[in-house]
């Protein structure tokens, strides 16, 4: 069912009269007050921290044209948006903690419509019938592969409790099969949402760094560049950023590292290889395109001699757009203008590395805060880079679950000399966006791939 009819803002129509049967706002908006119940209702989506579960009745879970995935989240589409979807709130009575997939029973309610979507005010205490969902299995790396993931660990700042930095090490170490480069987003600075001007994360990553040791007896450094005071976004006060950790038994890094300042450039060596003026900084920092938003993070690491170039991304949210259930229909997405931006500043410097050396193993990953087959992720496809995520089963091309909406905001990009030469695999590990214990709002992705031999470049 369509979200709503294409007629721009709704409340200047007058004499629209609604089609309940065609569109999910006008069968929602139809209903608003009354007492509602659904006989069978099978969840979508974890309860949340705002005690709200996404729900269809179990009768529509397999409806033509929706696409399911194991856990029983629902999967966004191009123009498949899932509109039979409610949220069932617990201002009136409290809501179970389940995960996706949960069968519930007696959920009766008043609906309503707040925040920029219906929701069922419980009105009777709800009954679990089955919460099945367990994590993903653990992931493994078979000898000689290198192993690198992707992980938006939810605002990890330096005051969190040692239980949550615990628990972050220990899924990374458990679930991702502790991997030997990790590019992690959403790192907050050593005094978290303290507003205090500090800007370091060291403490932050010092004390994760000390945790994958610890569970893992291998050594695991840094990398990382703390931005300028309130400047990317993000939690007032928290300056998140994206950081790299690397196992340094297995992974080289050089360095330098630039300052907030301080602009990565790319040439050609004597050698014809590339060659950085950093061994990690920021890409174009001072671009408009970034104004209130991450950086890029550029690092050259070296495996076993061989450079292997990774970009860290966390582009603008999506979270000042108007909601799916809003006035306007079809919804506007403003802020798909400033990803758009983003990415073609981040093709250019990849198109700029694939012009001195066309074999190049680089890796562009991180949360850009859009779907696979968005329009703003145009620019990396054109540079000659290959979204792993579009080799995945499409009932697993998912990151984030957003109200029981499963979507893939993580990629993982690779380049046409790793994508020929080293084997790559991409999973995304299902451990979070399902479940409402997560230890973030995120899955991780994990690439695994060859480390080509030296001499086996084409002529």
Known sequence: MAIGPAVGDIKIHPGYRLQPAAYAIDFFEALEGMRVAIDAAQSVGPRNRHGEIPVVATAQAGMAGIVTAASGGLLVGPGRFNGHRIVLDDRLRPTPAVHSGARLEGVVGVLDYSHGHYKLQLTQSVTVVSNPLTPAAAATTAPGRIALASYN???????????????VAAQIVHALGAP???ALQEIQDDDGVVDSGAVSADATLARLSAELEALTGRPYRYVGVDPIDLADGGAPGANIR?????????????????????????????????????????????????????????????IDGQPLLVVNNHFNSKG???PLFGTGQPPALPSATQRLAQARVVGRFVADVLAIDPEAL????????????????????????????DTLPETQRYTYNHEGNLQALDHMFVSPGLRARGA??????????????????????????????AGARPP
């Open 320 to 322: 000042a757009d108007p």
């Open 242 to 302: 994206q950081a790299f950790l690397y196992d340094s038994a297995r992974i080289g890094f050089a360095g330098p590292v630039g300052g907030a300042r301080d602009a990565v450039r790319v040439r050609a060596g004597p050698d014809g290889r590339v060659r950085l003026n950093l061994g990690a900084g920021r890409l174009d920092p001072t671009h408009r395109a970034f104004t209130h938003s991450r950086k890029p993070l550029v690092a050259a690491f070296t």
């Open 153 to 167: 660990v939810r605002n990890l700042g330096g005051d969190a409790d040692a239980a949550r930095v615990t628990a």
């Open 424 to 453: 790559p695999t991409y999973r995304v590990v299902h451990v979070n966006a399902d479940f409402s214990d997560a230890v973030s709002d995120h899955d991780p992705g994990l690439l695994r791939f060859e480390l080509p031999a």
């Open 362 to 389: 680089i890796v562009v990953t991180g949360d850009f805060n859009d779907f696979a087959f968005a329009d703003t992720l145009a620019p990396l496809h054109a540079a000659g880079l290959f979204n792993l995520t």
């Open 180 to 182: 030997h480069l990790l």
